[in-house]
């Protein structure tokens, strides 16, 4: 079971599972079942090997996953064996099962199981009402999620290349007749402290999603801390962990260049190797996203060239200007009902120029700072 986990090790691995396997069929000591969400996956994980599959296994099952429908009715038989429910709670129920189900990667018996701990585990009585049914994220068009991308201050040229995907897609849809194929998304962040590049992550994944560019709304974010581990022979299963977990969205790797360091660390260098494979052989499937500061993040692209040849877009994230850096200050005190008289404006210009020179100075983080101490001094 679980060949999705097995597909993303190396060949030498699969080999010798393939090996494995061979010598104990040819024993036809057991009864031999394989299970996988799809053929892909034990078509890759025997490639070169398909002898195995081949002459050992001659039967083919196929399983369907129950539509809407038959799920909406099981979950409902299931919750009316000890509990009264009204006709509002049947109504939310439908309509949340139809809007996640769908979307849903786990096997239905753990969407019935999840939702229906879910449902029960605010229940105060034995009655079920709507507001028992939990609240699901909906969908956001594509001119809301960039309204709020255009509401963020600078990032000009991050906000040119988010349009170009979503004018890309638009083409795709147009022109039947061209054989666009899905451009490569794997991409580096560029840029210092507080540029926004977390932010515009999080806003990526609306957007690929919106796109159809990932099949799921997810963004995982990660540090170098949760891929490398402690022992020998455990990095590879950790980091193919985290992948196996922002399949079909987004995988964003904050201060990235850390992977870098020590040429001779062979815990980070295996923690690499694994990313590699997986932007290579799940492309379609996952985004990578590398992020960190200019100079140590060209430090680590230099010292591996085969994440660079597998990034599709490197962007820039430049420091905020002083009248941007206002501009975001205005923002969040006219957002919490202040208003900002022009003396205390020119001050923060002052304050803002004297500092944004220091090392590591912070931009947005910076002014945010900046604010939350002005809150509490108001």
Known sequence: ENFEAIDGKDKPFKDEFSYFMRENLQKERYITILVAK?????????????????????????????DIQEVYNKVLNELEENNEVTDDFKISLLDYI?????????SYPEYRDKLCKKILFNKTDN?????????YEKEKSLEEIFAGLDELVGLQKVKKVLRELADL????????KLNITTPNLHMVFLGNPGTGKTTIARL?????????YIKENKLIEVSVKDLVAEYVGQTAPKTMSVIEKAMNGVLFIDEAYTLAAGKDNTYNQEAIATLIQAM?????KLVVI????NKEMQAFLDSNSGITSRIGYTLQFEDY????????????ATKAGFIVEDEAVKYLEQVIDENRNTENFGNARFVRNIYEKTIIKH
């Open 321 to 332: 200007t002083t009248e941007e850096l206002i501009k975001i200050f205005m923002g969040m």
């Open 204 to 212: 990526i994944s609306d957007i690929l999603y919106n796109l159809k």
């Open 169 to 176: 897609n638009s083409l795709k849809e147009k022109s039947k």
């Open 290 to 293: 590398f992020a960190g500061y």
């Open 38 to 66: 799809n053929k892909e996956y034990l078509k890759h994980v025997f490639e070169g090997n398909e002898d195995v599959l081949n002459n050992y296994f001659e039967f083919e099952i196929f399983g369907e996953k129950p």
């Open 98 to 106: 139809s809007n996640t189900y769908p979307k849903t990667e786990s």
């Open 280 to 284: 290579e052989n799940y492309r379609d």
């Open 127 to 135: 009655k079920l009402d709507k507001e028992n049914v939990p609240e």
